[in-house]
């Protein structure tokens, strides 16, 4: 089999990718180790640097369609549900004032529905992808089928395989991959029609406290998320306390919740799943055709809630260059791969400063960083102009860091 394209990983970056190239009329092969796409209890935020790509690729209306909800703000409070300060998207002219929460397996199977109508995209799941040897002129790769071992030729073999990536290891790209200290418990329920107001409240509530960080968010009319910190991803202290001390933990921070979690089925901590957090920062990312796309690139932590987003733009970038230079031979095709690199990768290493900042302050137990912490959210509060460079920056769609001067302002107006 020849193609053009290759796409290990059907994630969001691949997806995303097969589209722009497919429809521009290239060969696209995409193969995903997975069965199928299949439910993930998890939320995520579609921001509107992703809003804004899925409406370059006329996949806006589609998305809508699905079961979501519009955040325009996100609420943040203290570790005793005393407000701090709002972060609002609709303060400015942005043409999406809002974030899109969804659960992420139905955008990728609204995606892979589309491109099931574009015959020169063919996409294969149980297929996992094994090796390559670069030819000169292109990749020849191997992945299997169940027992059957496949081949294909392909001018570009593109690595969205996630933080695990196998196209990376192969590769022999080099680079720094550390796990956060802290992990996170996240669970999602349907919320019953008798539960209480403050559970219905589809209102996304950040709660920060003196090492706790507590995360919930709807991701339907229906359907509600939560992110739960777990300090040095320590389970084992969390089943010492036991389910009724950590769902009282959760009652007091949203009354009522823990009866709700106890009702719609969560009778064990086992049954939540925790999720570490990695940090992939990479010498390069790639090697002669070989190029990597989201997780697998750039893996980041969920404070900057971009991870999907920044897949989606990789898939963007790289989609245009390949289209304007795959005719043009591989040299051409070379080029472009450098061209994508150097324009994605500086974006990601300050998304990976911006979320390492982000974890020393936010998931601090130490009293004074708490303290000094909360007076700066409290001074952000009555800033507008300062927090609107916060949600800029969290929507994708620029990066404006608070400077030092935004800080001393905001800690002196708390
Ligand atoms: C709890 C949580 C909350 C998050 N919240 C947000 C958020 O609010 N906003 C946001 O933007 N991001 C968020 N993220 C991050 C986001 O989920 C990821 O960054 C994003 O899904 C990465 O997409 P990807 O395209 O890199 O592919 P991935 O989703 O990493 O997919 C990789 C794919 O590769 C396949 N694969 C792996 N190995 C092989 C192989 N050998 N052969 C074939 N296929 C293979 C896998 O089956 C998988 O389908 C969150 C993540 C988590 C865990």
Redesign the pocket.
């Known amino acids: 089999m020849n193609v053009d394209v290759t796409i290990?990983?059907?994630?969001?970056?691949?997806l995303t990718l097969a589209t722009i190239l497919g429809k521009a009329g290239f060969r696209i092969l995409v193969?995903?180790?997975?069965d199928e796409i299949r439910p993930v209890r998890?939320g995520?935020?579609i921001?509107p640097l992703?809003l804004e790509i899925l409406e370059e690729i006329g996949l806006l209306e589609p998305l809508y369609a699905l079961p979501h909800i519009r955040y325009s703000e996100f609420v943040f409070l203290d570790g005793k549900g005393r407000p701090l300060m709002r972060s609002r998207y609709d303060l400015g002219n942005d043409r999406f004032p809002f974030a899109v929460s969804l659960e992420?397996h139905l955008m990728d199977q609204m995606v892979l529905s589309h491109l099931a109508s574009l015959a020169n995209v063919d996409v294969r799941f149980g297929?996992?992808?094994v090796e390559h040897h670069d030819t000169g002129d292109g990749v020849d790769l191997w992945?299997s089928e169940g027992e059957r071992m496949c081949q294909a030729h392909t001018k570009v073999l593109v690595g969205?395989?996630?933080?695990r990536s196998?196209v990376r290891k192969n590769a022999g790209i080099p680079g720094r991959i550390e796990t956060y200290r802290d992990s996170?418990l996240?669970w999602s329920f349907d919320c019953p029609a008798d539960a209480p107001e403050s559970v219905k409240n589809p209102l996304g509530r950040y709660f920060i406290g003196r090492g706790k960080i507590f995360f919930l968010f709807a991701v339907s009319p229906r359907r509600r998320f939560f992110?739960y910190m777990l300090p040095n991803g320590d389970r084992n202290s969390l089943r010492r306390r036991g389910l009724r001390a950590f769902l009282s933990e959760l009652d007091d921070w949203v009354p009522g919740l823990g009866n709700v979690l106890s009702q719609t089925g969560l009778e064990t901590l086992e049954q939540i799943p925790d999720?570490s957090v990695m940090k992939i920062d990479l010498d390069r990312w790639s090697s002669g055709p070989v190029v990597l796309?989201?997780?697998?690139a750039h893996?980041m932590n969920?404070h900057v809630?971009?991870?999907?987003?920044q897949?989606m733009e990789d898939a963007r970038v790289l989609g245009k260059l390949l289209s304007r230079e795959m005719s043009a031979g591989q040299g051409s095709v070379l080029q472009g791969i450098a061209e994508y690199e150097s324009r994605r990768k500086p974006r990601t290493m300050e998304l990976h400063r911006l979320a390492d900042e982000m974890t020393w302050i936010w998931n601090s137990g130490n009293p004074v960083i708490v303290a000094l912490r909360e007076k700066v959210f409290r001074g952000l509060d009555k800033m507008p102009s300062v927090s609107r460079k916060i949600v800029r920056t969290i929507s994708g769609l620029s990066f404006e860091p608070l400077t030092p001067m935004d800080k001393l302002k905001a800690f002196w107006s708390g």
């Open positions: 290990v990983g059907a994630g969001a970056g691949g193969i995903d180790a997975r998890r995520e935020l921001q992703g992420p297929a996992a992808y992945w969205d395989d996630g933080r196998l996170y996240s992110l999720m796309i989201g997780d697998a893996a969920p809630a971009q991870g999907r987003n897949s």
